[in-house]
């Protein structure tokens, strides 16, 4: 099943708002999420609801459409709507992803969403073929076996006949010895600076001769440790 766009109307005359609202909601895939008569309500609209693709017409009251974009640091997609043509070289500036003119018809509508869905598959493709290059492993979770990025590692905790592992969305705990786990990772990244704690190298914010600080955890380097540890991220320190 398509994963739906979350979609915004920005534009001021009621009618196009109304034919773009009919055409998302004939779309099975698109869902509107709101129309807004002007930029400056869509600005705040913006901070409390994530959307995937804006109509934004241009000649909006207050705050032009391609102004308003200027103000966006990490816009959604963007699909321009105007009754005057003269504006499309600039418009293409801002990256947007079509631009329709007033009065628009359904098919033109249809065609300019098919090119977010191609985007959107292009972007799809990239991510799965990052992930499939990541090295991970699955681990024994409730009943269930959890696959894990192994940059995504902050952290791994002894728990005696168990560990509790600290990735950057979650915390897994799984019956492993934090040896035995060192031994089977042989991952350069994770180092051993505890008894009772492997620690990813790139994941450490600070560090003194007595901790290091992951995600604001302290975290103790143990005394038969702290030799190799402080050798080791001394080759990353500027004195």
Same mark, same amino acid.
């Given at each position: 099943?398509? !994963? #739906?766009?979350?979609? &915004? /109307?920005?534009? =001021?005359?009621? @009618?196009?708002?109304?034919v773009?609202? %009919?055409?998302?909601?004939?779309?099975?895939h698109?869902?509107?999420?709101?129309i807004?008569?002007?930029?400056?309500?869509?600005?705040?609209?913006?901070? !409390? #609801?994530?959307?995937? &693709? /804006?109509?934004? =017409?241009?000649? @909006?009251?207050?705050?032009?459409?391609? %102004?308003?974009?200027?103000?966006?640091?990490?816009?959604?997609?963007?699909?321009?709507?105007t009754?005057?043509?003269?504006?499309?070289?600039?418009?293409? !500036?801002?990256?947007?992803?079509?631009?329709?003119?007033?009065?628009?018809?359904?098919?033109?509508?249809?065609?300019?969403?098919?090119k977010?869905?191609?985007?959107n598959?292009?972007?799809?493709?990239?991510?799965?073929?990052?992930?499939a290059?990541?090295?991970?492993?699955?681990?024994?979770?409730?009943?269930r076996?959890?696959k894990?990025?192994?940059?995504e590692?902050?952290?791994?905790?002894?728990?005696?006949?168990?560990?509790?592992?600290?990735?950057?969305?979650?915390?897994?705990?799984?019956?492993?010895?934090?040896?035995?786990?060192?031994?089977?990772?042989?991952d350069p990244?994770?180092?051993?600076?505890?008894?009772?704690?492997?620690?990813?190298?790139?994941?450490?914010?600070?560090?003194?001769?007595?901790?290091?600080e992951?995600?604001g955890?302290?975290?103790?380097?143990?005394?038969?440790?702290?030799?190799?540890?402080?050798?080791?991220?001394?080759?990353?320190?500027?004195?």
């Amino acid at each position: 099943m398509q !994963e #739906q766009i979350k979609c &915004l /109307i920005i534009e =001021d005359e009621p @009618l196009a708002a109304e034919v773009l609202s %009919d055409y998302i909601n004939d779309v099975p895939h698109l869902a509107l999420m709101g129309i807004c008569e002007d930029a400056i309500y869509a600005s705040s609209f913006l901070k !409390e #609801q994530a959307v995937d &693709l /804006i109509f934004l =017409d241009i000649h @909006l009251p207050k705050l032009k459409g391609l %102004d308003f974009l200027k103000t966006l640091i990490h816009p959604p997609k963007v699909i321009l709507t105007t009754a005057y043509h003269q504006y499309a070289l600039q418009a293409y !500036e801002h990256n947007v992803v079509d631009y329709l003119l007033k009065p628009i018809d359904f098919e033109r509508f249809l065609q300019a969403v098919q090119k977010v869905d191609v985007q959107n598959k292009k972007v799809d493709r990239v991510e799965e073929t990052k992930n499939a290059q990541r090295p991970f492993r699955f681990f024994r979770v409730d009943k269930r076996n959890v696959k894990v990025f192994l940059d995504e590692i902050r952290y791994v905790e002894s728990l005696k006949e168990y560990v509790r592992i600290h990735t950057t969305k979650d915390r897994l705990v799984t019956k492993f010895q934090i040896g035995e786990l060192e031994t089977e990772l042989k991952d350069p990244n994770l180092i051993r600076i505890h008894r009772s704690f492997l620690v990813a190298k790139d994941k450490i914010e600070a560090y003194s001769t007595t901790t290091v600080e992951v995600n604001g955890q302290q975290i103790p380097i143990g005394r038969t440790y702290r030799e190799g540890v402080i050798k080791i991220l001394s080759n990353y320190t500027f004195d």
